[in-house]
């Protein structure tokens, strides 16, 4: 008989966390997260987003073998940016069984009900910038560290439990070319010198993070407004994430593009792929973690494109060419061999088309559901 139990000691939640690492250890193409992330966004005392959210979390339990694990989280910023009583599913796992589906899901609709929500949608994080999706195609393909993986089963899951797509990305691996695209570059140094646009160079990524870190938040706010599941960063969110980027970010892969007057237009973030890296250390640091983890920032073959922003009444006048000119450059100088985006919306054509001049493949595709409750 399955038993749904809601977590309420440490104990419990480290089972929810190593739960998916377990799951997958036979799969060649699932990449843990950070577990020390992991503990730290479920809890309140340390995530900053629970000053605008709750979450409740749950096992699904066959004779006290843990079988799934689902969230649910009220993001109180974006129902008010929306008007709207939406709560969220996050963290879905569970075996190939339905009876087990059936009851997680159902476990966070009447949570959801009793906290007065009108919708579920999912799978989501608790911000944009947390895995989201839940995976359709590409099960075939090595996921990124910053990106979700899921088994095909999953999706059968959220259908004959009522849910429909309600939003849908794709994620793309570009190949390095052997030297520059001579079309970026051309348009690059046009846009230059007609608006006087330029890239600032830095010693150092605490140079880049102490002086703009802030900056780039408040230029997501701006770019980001209208995507779909967006909130508003807290302050308290973005001294907690400028933490994390400091740790994975280089130089080489952050190209921050400005006007005459010195203000911070546009800009790219790609660092180096932690996929391998975590997977060999099945998302702890201890005791090898570690090192394998600075290995990968140090001596990348990959990347994963994690940002690119610019302000909208700059986003026709060719900063995006600027923006990947630059940073094409120093991955053909690095010998880096490709680089996967991350989700991007079917319906943001203006980002889709930044991408037509290069060799690429869709190697991912990912659906938020959502159901009327």
């Not at 339990?61 to 008007?83: E, M, P, Q, W």
């Not at 994620?171 to 030297?179: A, L, M, S």
């Not at 995006?320 to 490709?338: E, F, H, Q, V």
Request: net charge positive; proline share 4%.
């Amino acid at each position: 008989m399955i038993e749904i139990k809601k977590i309420s000691s440490k104990r419990d939640m480290k089972k929810f966390v190593k739960f998916p690492t377990n799951l997958y250890k036979d799969n060649p193409n699932y990449i843990p997260p950070i577990e020390l992330d992991e503990f730290n966004l479920t809890n309140p005392k340390k995530n900053a987003s629970f000053e605008e959210s709750e979450a409740e979390y749950y096992l699904a339990l066959d004779d006290g073998k843990v079988v799934g694990r689902i969230a649910g989280i009220i993001s109180h910023a974006f129902n008010t940016k929306n008007n709207a009583k939406y709560a969220r599913i996050s963290r879905f796992d569970a075996i190939d069984n339905d009876e087990v589906a059936k009851k997680l899901i159902e476990t966070v609709e009447n949570w959801a009900k009793d906290k007065g929500m009108e919708y579920v949608h999912g799978p989501l994080g608790f911000n944009d910038l947390e895995r989201e999706g839940l995976m359709t195609y590409g099960f075939d393909t090595i996921g990124t560290f910053q990106g979700s993986y899921n088994a095909d089963y999953y999706e059968k899951f959220f259908t004959e439990n009522g849910y429909k797509p309600d939003c849908k990305w794709v994620e793309w691996r570009i190949q390095v070319p052997d030297k520059p695209n001579e079309r970026v570059a051309r348009v690059a140094e046009n846009v230059s010198k007609r608006f006087g646009f330029y890239e600032k160079k830095f010693k150092n990524k605490n140079e880049i993070i102490d002086n703009y870190g802030k900056k780039f938040f408040e230029l997501l706010d701006e770019c980001f407004v209208n995507l779909y599941g967006t909130i508003p960063f807290n302050q308290k969110l973005v001294d907690q994430t400028i933490g994390l980027f400091k740790l994975v970010i280089d130089p080489d892969y952050v190209s921050l593009v400005f006007n005459k007057e010195d203000e911070l237009i546009g800009f790219g973030l790609g660092y180096p792929s932690l996929a391998r890296a975590m997977q060999k250390s099945k998302g702890r640091f201890l005791p090898f973690g570690w090192a394998r983890l600075l290995h990968a920032i140090k001596h990348p073959k990959t990347l994963e494109l994690g940002l690119i922003a610019v302000k909208p009444e700059y986003q026709k006048k060719g900063v995006t060419s600027i923006i990947i000119n630059n940073m094409l450059a120093r991955m053909i100088k690095n010998k880096i061999t490709y680089c996967d985006t991350g989700c991007q919306l079917e319906t943001n054509t203006s980002a889709l088309a930044a991408l037509d001049m290069f060799e690429r493949e869709i190697v991912r595709r990912k659906t938020c559901f959502v159901k009327k409750i």
